[in-house]
């Protein structure tokens, strides 16, 4: 099993940056993509981001170049790097894993394991 844990969250400016980081425990993810979802209130989720097990990339249009996605392997941590944040980035966010060997990295729905999430919230 894979636990997932976020952190990092809180209230921002609009403008202002905030990073995110998703430590995981138990079986190692080293080998498993990684991503990002979001949920706003009576919200469906959002795909954010999601990178790959060898550090390919990838992002929803709506945070393309503000959001940065990384993983540090060694510390077993995700991290997302919010930037240029605005009043409607203003969600929980959600961390997940995906074992699969070929993930589809967009479709929450192909994601193995979940964090309970962190509150973000952008003031304007």
């Known amino acids: 099993q894979v636990q997932l844990a976020e952190s990092g969250g809180g209230l921002a400016q609009a403008g202002g940056s905030l990073r995110l980081s998703c430590a995981t425990s138990g079986r190692s993810t080293s080998s498993y993509a990684m991503g990002w979802f979001r949920q706003a209130p009576g919200q469906e989720y959002e795909f954010v981001a999601a990178i790959s097990w060898e550090s390919d990339t990838y992002y929803g249009d709506s945070v393309k170049g503000r959001f940065t996605i990384t993983r540090d392997n060694a510390k077993n941590t995700v991290y997302l790097q919010m930037t240029n944040l605005k009043p409607e980035d203003t969600a929980v966010y959600y961390c997940?894993?995906?074992?699969?060997?070929?993930?589809?990295?967009?479709?929450?729905?192909?994601?193995?394991?979940w964090g309970q999430g962190t509150q973000v919230t952008v003031s304007s």
């Open positions: 997940a894993a995906d074992s699969s060997p070929v993930p589809w990295y967009y479709k929450r729905q192909d994601y193995d394991y």
